[in-house]
């Protein structure tokens, strides 16, 4: 499209309107104004005064468009006043109340726009009845005003939902991003730090053993490498995929963690999740409580059970660490119980004698 034909459109139609190009294609209806004029021997005023009316209607028109409310409200009445002024000598005025009624759309209140559509229709058909119009007039004026003007409103009423469904999705949308980006943080916090923390202790251990044992001290360091290489794999696993844990593998990593830490390693397992979030949700519970345990605990014995009790499974993990008499809730605690939260599922912390950590969670 040639610019200067787009910088046009562009002042006559309002951007943000649903309606395209189609307005332009509508203006094609004035042609029902003036055919009547080309029937019958005519006073030539009645020409003159038919071309003064048409460019003022297009300037209502396009000026319309742009209105709302109480503006747009005046300027369908002005419409209408074009269609009255020239009904009596040209019956094709009957379409300025048909462009009158198509308009109430623009007045955004579905209740008034109605009111005034079926208004427009009164007035055609009272002004027919006192001025003895042909069916040639009232029969559009009324009719086609009634039709026009109520497939309008029903429209722009779906526009407007439409605007608002679009609108509470962009917020869902934005919502769910955020949501996802927490997620990503929290599971890249319990992966790095319960890797890190193996790494620490790993480290610290070749680092006591250099001296004591050097074959020892070496395998540390292949263990360290190891390490590393499964750490890179696991983030790059997760950031990628969000890889699912299950208990069984964690449970076996707390064991290793634990006796590197020379923590003394007890369990009492009687039953695993089969649903795969409850098994997931549990492992990352392992994952972040030993994980806290080495780095904050100074623990020397620890202890692991899960169990069923009721219609619900339990599992306890506790060790013998310093006493705290303040817990705080770090992101690790509080990715732990964003967790069981989401499985319906209750969350106890408790540090008499050590550190010990409770979660409860339905069967379903």
């Known amino acids: 499209m040639p610019l200067f034909i787009q910088r046009i459109h562009q002042r006559l139609l309002p951007s943000d309107s649903d309606t395209g190009y189609l307005p332009y294609f509508w203006l094609v209806y004035l042609i029902m104004f003036i055919l009547p004029l080309s029937f019958g ?48 000598f040209n019956p094709g005025a009957s379409v300025f109340f048909v462009y009158a009624a198509a308009f109430c759309v623009q007045l955004k209140q579905p209740r008034k726009a109605l009111i005034m559509v079926f208004s427009i229709a009164a007035v055609a058909a009272l002004y027919s009845f006192l001025m003895q119009l042909p069916g040639f007039f009232y029969l559009p004026a ?19 939902k439409n605007q608002l469904l679009k609108v509470s999705q962009d917020e869902l949308a934005k ?66 995929n969000y890889q699912q844990k299950d208990m069984t593998s964690e449970i076996a990593k707390a064991k290793a963690l634990a006796k590197s830490a020379d923590i003394e390693f007890h369990s ?28 904050h605990s100074e623990a020397t014995s620890c202890q692991l059970s899960c169990k069923t009790v009721a219609d619900q499974y339990r599992l306890t993990i506790s060790d013998n660490g310093q ?37 409860e969670v339905p069967f379903a």
Not at 153 to 159: A, D, K
Not at 199 to 218: E, G, Y
């Open 142 to 160: 009324i009719v086609i005003s009634i039709l026009i003007g109520c497939v309008n409103i029903y429209e722009g009423e779906l526009r407007q």
């Open 323 to 359: 006493p705290q008499t303040e817990i705080t809730a770090g992101d690790g605690l509080t990715g732990i119980k964003e967790r069981v939260t989401a499985l319906g599922g209750k969350l106890t912390v408790a540090t008499n004698g050590g550190f010990s950590i409770q979660v």
């Open 41 to 88: 021997d005519r006073p030539l005023w009645h020409y003159a005064a038919s071309m003064v009316v048409v460019p003022v209607f297009l300037a209502l028109y396009f000026y319309t468009f742009w209105q709302t409310g109480a503006r747009a409200l005046v300027c369908i009445l002005a419409i209408l006043g074009l269609g009255m002024a020239t009904a009596w």
């Open 268 to 295: 009492e397992i009687e039953a695993i999740p089969q649903k795969e979030s409850t098994n997931s949700a549990l492992a990352w519970v392992i994952r972040e409580s030993f994980t806290n345990m080495v780095k």
């Open 175 to 240: 919502m769910a991003a955020t949501a996802e980006r927490e997620r990503i943080a929290r599971d890249l916090h319990d992966l790095i730090g319960h890797t890190f923390s193996l790494i620490t202790v790993k480290a610290q251990l070749a680092h006591k053993l250099a001296d004591i044992d050097i074959d020892k001290s070496k395998q540390e360091l292949k263990d360290l490498e190891h390490l590393s290489r499964t750490a890179m794999a696991e983030i790059r696993e997760t950031v990628h």
